[in-house]
Each structure stands twice: as structure tokens, then as C-alpha cells.
């Protein structure tokens, strides 16, 4: 079966502290992931892939097939990075299968 | 560029009516995707169109369908709301529909049924 677990549904980390959102992902295939992310009152909007290995914003994420996981991190975690953050997954179409999302709230 | 566009922003409704809405992807983009988002499961696919063709369909019941114009708006229905089809409903429009293209996502419409 196809999905995605995010275990924590609420992150709570004080300014500066290190970010680590949890995904873990079930999948026959070799799927591409994906972190989305959701400000307060604007649109879902993707934050970064897998394939690109970039960083974004600070974030970086790794694939690691082994582990089956994608987890999300941040090494000095800012106020502005509070949001609700979707891993998701495809298997190269554009049906994303999402997790359940993690609210990550950063605290002054 | 203008950013995907859903109309309209919130509805209500009762049990047993019908609900028709509407989604105008970025300009260029030609396909456009379709998922509901409520607190209990959060984001689901719902179905997407290319070329005015239903390409992926996600497990929805059939009350559930959708089409797509020449000009690549599409619409989504549901036929004989019930309760728990109040949700979130968001579209997303990408470029082509050959293999993964980033997807944009709109404001989304709220569905209230009562």
C-alpha cells in the first residue's frame, strides 16, 4: 500500500533550537518526495524535493530507501518557520499521496 | 503570472444537494488536480484531468466527478452531499502531465454541509 506517516502531529522547538519533522513513507516503486509547506493563511506550497537536493529556507531532506524515510530538517529553527509541513509522495505522476502534516510551532 | 484561482471561496449546503466548483489553473498549465482536505484525514486525491481527460482517480465514491475545459479550467461535483463531504476542497494546476511537474495550489473552497 501506498502512504505516508507523519508521527508528531505538533512540534513545538524554541527559536535557534535544531528541526527535525519526521516522515516515513510505504511504497512498491521507486517514488519521488516531497515536503510541502503551509503558512498561516497562505496557500500549500512546496517547499523541496527530493530529487533537487537542494536547501530550502535552510531545510534539507534526505531520502534514505533503506530506513524508508524523508525526514525534514533545520539546523537553527526561526519564528518565521512556523507552519504545517506535508511530506508526500508520487510515483511519477501527479497524484500526491500526503501525510497527515506536522504543525511545527517555533517559540521566542 | 496570475496564481491558480478557485470559486467559490465558501459554500453551504445541505444534505442531499448537489455543489459544483471551480478551478482556473495558472495560464499554461494543463493539467489540474483535485483533493480534499479534512482534520480527520487530511489531504486525499481526488482525481486529475489533462487535456480535458481524467488521467489518476483517487477512491472516492462516484458522487464525485469532475471535468475539464479546452481552456484547461476545471470543475469538480458532488452529487447527494452528505455530512462528511464538508472539507477543504483544493486544486492544483502543473505544466504537462508527463511524469511529476511541481504543482501550485489554490486558495482552496470550503465546503459546509449541514
Known amino acids: 500500500a501506498q502512504r505516508v506517516t507523519q508521527p508528531e502531529k505538533l512540534l513545538s522547538v524554541f527559536k535557534g533550537a535544531p528541526v527535525e519533522l519526521k516522515c516515513n513513507y510505504s511504497y512498491s516503486g521507486s517514488p519521488e518526495l516531497f515536503w510541502y509547506v503551509q503558512y498561516s493563511r497562505q496557500r500549500l506550497q512546496l517547499l523541496l524535493r527530493h530529487i533537487s537536493r537542494e536547501s530550502i529556507k535552510g531545510f534539507t531532506a534526505d531520502l534514505n530507501k533503506g530506513e524508508t524515510s524523508f525526514h525534514l530538517k533545520k539546523p537553527f529553527a526561526q519564528e518565521e518557520d512556523s507552519a504545517m509541513y506535508y511530506c508526500?509522495?508520487?510515483?511519477?505522476?501527479?497524484?500526491?499521496?500526503f501525510g497527515t502534516g506536522t504543525l511545527l510551532a517555533v517559540q521566542p | 503570472k496570475a496564481g491558480v484561482t478557485q470559486t467559490p471561496r465558501y459554500l453551504i449546503k445541505t444534505r442531499g444537494q448537489q455543489v459544483t466548483l471551480s478551478c482556473s489553473p495558472i495560464?499554461?498549465?494543463?493539467?489540474v488536480s483535485w483533493y480534499q482536505q479534512t482534520p480527520g484525514q487530511g489531504l486525499q486525491f481526488l482525481f486529475e484531468y489533462f487535456s480535458e481527460t481524467q488521467r489518476n482517480k483517487g477512491n472516492f465514491p462516484g458522487r464525485f466527478s469532475g471535468r475539464q475545459f479546452s481552456n484547461s479550467r476545471s470543475e469538480m461535483n458532488v452529487s447527494t452531499l452528505e455530512l462528511g463531504d464538508s472539507a477543504l476542497y483544493l486544486c492544483a494546476s502543473s505544466l504537462t502531465g508527463t511524469g511529476y511537474n511541481e504543482q501550485f495550489f489554490g486558495p482552496g473552497t470550503r465546503l459546509t454541509v449541514l
Open positions: 508526500a509522495l508520487t510515483g511519477a505522476t501527479n497524484k500526491l499521496i
Open positions: 495560464s499554461g498549465h494543463r493539467s
